[in-house]
């Protein structure tokens, strides 16, 4: 198995990715974290967090997650079941020969 060299750029940005997940899971499950996280904005121009026309990066990310987890499981359940058809199909089934006695292929020698 060959492994190839990893750029420490590429692993700077799964990390940084892993941390935005993060930080998007721990604002969307404290609703107290997500309304610090608005407190700066001006109150007229944005809809407030506890509304349900509230639209932010948390919260479209805590809608999608339910919509992902249920990919994602369709996608495993597609694969479990694909695995099983390979399975059934991997069988050999010997076939019985054309023929018991095959003929001859020149006439009997005299």
Same mark, same amino acid.
């Given at each position: 198995?060959?492994?190839?060299?990893?750029?420490?750029?590429?692993?700077?940005?799964?990390? $940084?990715?892993? #941390?935005? &997940? /993060?930080? @998007?899971?721990?604002?969307? !499950?404290?609703?107290?974290?997500?309304?610090? =996280?608005? %407190?700066?904005?001006?109150?007229?121009?944005?809809?407030?967090?506890?509304?349900?026309?509230?639209?932010?990066?948390?919260?479209?990310?805590?809608?999608? $997650?339910?919509? #992902?987890? &249920? /990919?994602? @499981?369709?996608?495993?359940? !597609?694969?479990?079941?694909?695995?099983?058809? =390979?399975? %059934?199909?991997?069988?050999?089934?010997?076939?019985?020969?054309?023929?018991?006695?095959?003929?001859?292929?020149?006439?009997?020698?005299?």
């Amino acid at each position: 198995m060959s492994r190839r060299a990893e750029h420490p750029l590429f692993r700077l940005t799964a990390w $940084v990715a892993v #941390l935005c &997940v /993060f930080a @998007l899971t721990v604002f969307a !499950a404290s609703p107290e974290l997500h309304a610090r =996280l608005h %407190a700066g904005e001006v109150a007229g121009q944005t809809v407030p967090v506890g509304d349900a026309d509230h639209v932010c990066a948390v919260t479209l990310f805590a809608s999608g $997650v339910t919509t #992902l987890l &249920v /990919f994602c @499981l369709l996608l495993l359940g !597609a694969l479990l079941a694909a695995g099983m058809v =390979l399975r %059934a199909a991997d069988e050999i089934v010997a076939a019985q020969p054309l023929y018991r006695l095959v003929p001859s292929h020149a006439p009997p020698s005299a």
